[in-house]
């Protein structure tokens, strides 16, 4: 089979002509979604669980064929500054030994890689839909002489960009050994029945989640790439239970103790075990107690809807790339503060807590409570979906102004106006201009609104 190379990428030919089809390479891709500074430096903060002194879970490094258990000297630190540093620094050590670095879930450490990523692939969503549990990122760099799993299958189909150096993968439209295995290291015997991309930096290569592959060195020069995966096959219920439950940590993305959700739910002070059937084979009334004191927090039944309106309105402005990084840190909005919305990443809210007196705000993937009803709210948001500058104390004076509804809601308050815009401006949905900022106007609301009912 031949590999099909395109000139530029074009989202609905690329979802009618290759999406679930077969493998293409787009050469020189005009609007990268990655930028080598913002990977290297959402790589050093991936890799370090704490202060730069015990590696994270997100990250394995092999030299030669062998996965290392404490890679503390190997790992990029702040103080490499960029890749080239950190290529020399490795190379000293090893002393020619290939070597590979594969950092996991990444996307989450930097907010300026996560937006440019997430924008990117906004017009793929458009063509196929939102990915129902999250695209992955994951890096890859080094001199290993082939993906340290071997030929292999995921259940994602992977986009791979080309950041440094040169890369070949090979394929097999399908599983090339007859085995009952799931993953090969030495795959010589069966080359020639596969078909290999060269990527170089700038190129977007594409294949389907059924096409087994094994990345390879193509050279003696250290090579680093970035994948984006998105599920296709295996969805298991328990994916979308795990996102109703908690909230997903950066730091606990990969499971390599096979515990799964039980790591992330909240320890619970009751006995695991519970009375079995009684003699007629009737169970006990009761939920265990474990069980039960598990459940609480979603009890009763307008928590637990209350939730799943939470996570939906998360994954929506998330924009398809969970976890999301986090929140910067509040600070102060006064009257005189000028701000502006960002046109791309709309605000989204839904109403919350059963009634129509408050409603809850999300956007970049973070969530908050608001006690503004909902015509408030849409006063205060309508401006900021432009991206045109206004003063703050003109957001608070609509959201107050906004005339009692038939509920004979009171105004709202300015200091729930303010206090939204500040976890607003840390969920980093509009910025803070300079005071001095000359081109202050504000922009007429669009005619459409963005809200999700809940």
């Known amino acids: 089979m031949l590999l099909s190379i395109e000139k530029s990428l074009d ?68 103080e490499d500054r960029s890749f080239a540093d950190y290529q020399a620094r490795v190379d000293g050590l090893l002393k020619g030994r290939r070597y590979a670095l594969i950092i996991n879930g990444f996307h989450a450490f930097d907010y300026a890689l996560w937006s440019r990523e997430r924008a990117f692939y906004a017009g793929l969503w458009e063509q196929v839909g939102l990915p129902l549990t999250g695209a992955i990122t994951t890096m890859f760099h080094g001199t290993y002489e082939h993906s340290p799993v071997g030929v292999h299958k995921d259940r994602f189909a992977t986009f791979m960009f080309g950041l440094r150096g040169r890369k070949r993968m090979r394929f097999w439209p399908r599983r090339p ?17 596969s078909f290999a991309a060269e990527v170089e930096p700038g190129d977007l290569l594409y294949w389907p989640s059924d096409y087994y592959h094994v990345g390879e060195s193509s050279g003696a020069n250290p090579a680093t790439s970035v994948n984006v995966g998105i599920p296709r096959e295996e969805h298991r219920a328990a994916y979308d239970l795990d996102s109703v439950l908690v909230d997903i940590d950066p730091a606990l993305l990969v499971d390599r103790d096979g515990s799964g959700i039980a790591a992330r739910l909240p320890a619970v002070d009751a006995p695991l075990t519970a009375p079995g059937p009684d003699a007629d084979g009737q169970l006990p009334a009761a939920l265990p107690p474990a069980l039960r004191q598990a459940l ?82 849409q006063a205060v948001l309508s401006p900021l979906r432009s991206g045109e500058p206004i003063m703050a ?53 669009t005619p459409r609104g963005l809200s999700i009912r809940g």
């Open 11 to 78: 989202w609905p030919a690329f979802a009618a002509e290759y999406w679930d089809r077969r493998p293409v390479l787009f050469k020189a891709v005009t609007t990268p979604p990655f930028d080598e500074a913002e990977v290297f430096g959402a790589a050093v903060r991936a890799s370090w669980a704490d202060e730069g002194t015990v590696p994270s879970p997100n990250t394995q490094f092999t030299i030669e064929r062998l996965q290392q258990l404490a890679p503390v000297g190997h790992l990029p630190r702040t």
């Open 177 to 193: 050994w007859t085995e009952p295995v799931s993953t090969v290291l030495d795959y010589e015997p069966y080359i020639r029945e």
């Open 296 to 377: 609480q927090a979603f009890s009763p039944r307008q928590r637990l809807h209350d939730r799943i309106t939470e996570v939906s309105l998360r994954r929506w402005s998330a924009g398809g790339f969970e976890p999301v990084p986090p929140a910067a840190p509040r600070r102060r909005i006064q009257d005189d503060t000028i701000v502006r919305g960002d046109a791309r990443f709309a605000v989204l809210w839904a109403a919350h807590g059963g009634g129509s007196s408050s409603s809850l705000c999300a956007v970049n993937g973070h969530s908050v409570p608001t006690a503004l009803p909902p015509r408030s709210l």
């Open 393 to 445: 104390g003109d957001l608070l004076n609509r959201g107050q102004a906004v005339p009692a509804g038939r509920n004979g809601l009171p105004p709202a308050d300015r200091d729930a106006i303010r206090q939204l815009l500040e976890h607003l401006e840390s969920f980093r949905g509009i910025t803070r201009l300079p005071q001095g900022d000359r081109g202050l106007r504000v922009a007429r609301p």
